[in-house]
């Protein structure tokens, strides 16, 4: 396949090196983001360019790429707004993945990413799916929701001490954890408390959010009460097992809170586990869930060995893992904690992840939460069309510009010039502002901060208010990138807008 790339001067260095076997058509224009599909029309046109399978041209460029392809007859599209993600989308098209028209090639991997892991939901979510998955003894069903090792892994959103709420906010609460990703909403109770008054609300709890409701407790009042009334049981252990035998799901712990037994050994967890649940089958309990619980530091590495260890003994039992209890112990920025726990799930084949959001630390845990299950779902936590990267960047963008022989300093004496627009950048530690008059760079100025370089701007040139704000915004984004390390690029996002929103979750704008 013969390919074509387009780019500006200041660009084509990069773009030979990150486009290795294609061949570069450099246009007279510095900057490549300022190219427009009539000027690359034209420039292809009047070098008689032909022979090739496919043109793309930089993703920053406005506007449709069907103009260029109409004139030049050369099938043509747009690639990454950065070259450095030119390897990726040359072997993306060498498989056959289509390109778009309008949409830079680096979002349209992100779209195609959701919509993968939307097929991938649809597929096990239909009917006929379901009933053959069913039939297999690690398939059930909570409410009308599929659960277990044929199934993606489902998340329960924990409000905790749910009997402390009104329904109102209860409902509230619910919904919004559903909205974030949650499949299950579990009620937390208060501990030391017996609350049967809050159950027999669970009902017309149920009836408003449609989804499947699980009490956690161990307090065998409240569990026996919650057995009539929710959909899920969590937690059953050597203390209440004789008390509580039911069909409906339960969620064993290997622990015994009469005595204030907690095995810490991994092995023994895993025995005292392996003990309680044949216990409850010969009561019993029909649908059952292990627990081997899951400690944050310093004893997260005794569970997750526990977790291996149990695992590895029982291949086909249905596992839950409390992973709110790591983002809520640990003082760091909760998205790469949340891949990390997504990445253990898949890894140990865990079918129910339980969290929550308490601190305001964990805000938005269980989006997170969700979008590291979706990246397992594409195959892993790298290289998948998806990432919970939000303060850092995976490649470095090398954006370059020219700068003009006339560069001052913030806050020089003004020259007064009118009609002219700014490209910001930042390079050496610095941010730099080039101002155009047309085409033609007439001033460059260098500053460290935002303030220094606007108060030049307003001395020399004539902009109108609206203008100063949007160079103010732009310029406050520069001075974040530079404190963070990340690349900066004029009029783009600097930190992902996907997490922000819905998109997030459902892959719909």
């Given at each position: 396949m013969?390919?074509?790339l387009v ?20 246009t ?20 008689k ?5 496919i043109i793309?041209v ?12 109409d ?8 690639g ?7 390897p ?11 390109l ?18 939307q ?5 096990v979510?239909?009917?006929?799916y ?11 069903l909570?409410?009308?929701l ?13 409000i ?13 609460r ?19 408390e017996?609350n ?8 017309e709890i149920?009836?408003?959010i449609?989804a499947?409701?699980?009490?956690d407790s ?15 049981i ?18 064993l712990?290997?622990?015994?809170m ?8 991994p092995e023994?967890r ?15 309990y ?21 977790l ?13 893992s ?13 998205p790469?904690?949340n ?6 799930a ?19 845990s269980l ?7 979706d990246?397992v ?9 998806l ?9 470095r ?20 010039i ?14 730099w ?11 460059t100025?260098r ?9 030049t ?12 704000f ?6 406050e ?10 690349s ?15 998109t ?6």
């Amino acid at each position: 396949m013969k390919i074509l790339l387009v780019t500006g001067r200041l660009a084509e260095p990069i773009v030979r090196k990150y486009g290795k076997g294609c061949d570069v058509f450099v246009t007279p224009v510095t900057v490549a983001a300022f190219l427009t599909p009539k000027m690359i029309a034209d420039y292809l046109e009047k070098a008689k360019v032909k022979g090739y399978d496919i043109i793309l041209v930089p993703g920053l460029v406005r506007g449709s790429t069907q103009e260029i392809e109409d004139r030049i007859g050369i099938p043509t599209y747009k690639g990454p707004k950065n070259a450095v993600d030119l390897p990726v989308v040359l072997r993306a098209i060498r498989k056959g993945f289509k390109l778009s028209k309008e949409v830079p090639a680096d979002e349209l991997f992100s779209q195609d990413a959701l919509k993968r892991v939307q097929d991938i939901k649809n597929k096990v979510s239909n009917k006929e799916y379901i009933r053959k998955a069913l039939k297999k003894p690690w398939n059930f069903l909570i409410r009308d929701l599929p659960i277990g090792l044929d199934f993606p892994t489902r998340i329960l959103g924990e409000i905790v001490d749910a009997p402390r709420l009104s329904m109102e906010d209860v409902i509230k609460r619910a919904e919004y954890y559903l909205k974030e990703g949650a499949d299950i909403i579990d009620l937390g109770m208060v501990s030391g408390e017996t609350n049967l008054e809050f159950l027999e609300m669970i009902p017309e709890i149920r009836e408003k959010i449609k989804a499947p409701i699980s009490i956690d407790s161990l307090n065998t009042k409240e569990l026996e009460k919650g057995i009539e009334v929710v959909d899920l049981i969590l937690s059953i252990d050597w203390s209440n097992v004789e008390d509580l035998v039911t069909e409906k799901p339960v969620v064993l712990i290997p622990t015994n809170m009469k005595t204030g037994e907690f095995p810490t050994n991994p092995e023994e967890r895993v025995n005292s586990l392996e003990k309680l649940k044949e216990k409850a089958k010969d009561l019993g309990y029909k649908v059952i869930i292990l627990d081997p619980i899951l400690e944050h530091y310093p004893n997260f590495s005794r569970s997750v060995t526990a977790l291996y260890l149990y695992r590895e003994r029982n291949p086909k039992d249905i596992l839950l893992s409390g992973v709110g209890n790591i983002t809520e112990m640990t003082d760091a920025d909760s998205p790469g904690i949340n891949a990390i726990l997504a990445g253990l799930a898949g890894e140990l084949n865990i079918s129910l992840l339980l969290t929550t959001e308490v601190s305001p630390k964990c805000r938005g845990s269980l989006r997170e939460l969700r979008r590291g299950l979706d990246m397992v779902l594409l195959g892993g936590l790298k290289d998948v069309g998806l990432s919970l990267l939000i303060l850092k960047e995976k490649r470095r963008k090398d954006i370059r510009f020219e700068k003009s022989e006339n560069i001052v300093r913030a806050k020089s004496k003004p020259i007064k010039i009118e009609k002219v627009y700014f490209r910001i950048f930042i390079e050496d530690g610095k941010i730099w502002v080039n101002a155009y008059e047309g085409t033609r760079l007439v001033l460059t100025i260098r500053g460290d901060e935002p303030n220094s370089i606007i108060d030049t701007i307003l001395g020399k040139f004539k902009i109108s208010p609206r203008h100063a704000f949007y160079l103010g915004r732009e310029l406050e984004k520069a001075y974040t990138a530079l404190k963070l390390g990340k690349s900066y690029i004029q009029e783009e996002e600097l930190f992902p807008d996907f997490y922000f929103s819905e998109t997030f979750i459902t892959g719909k704008k």
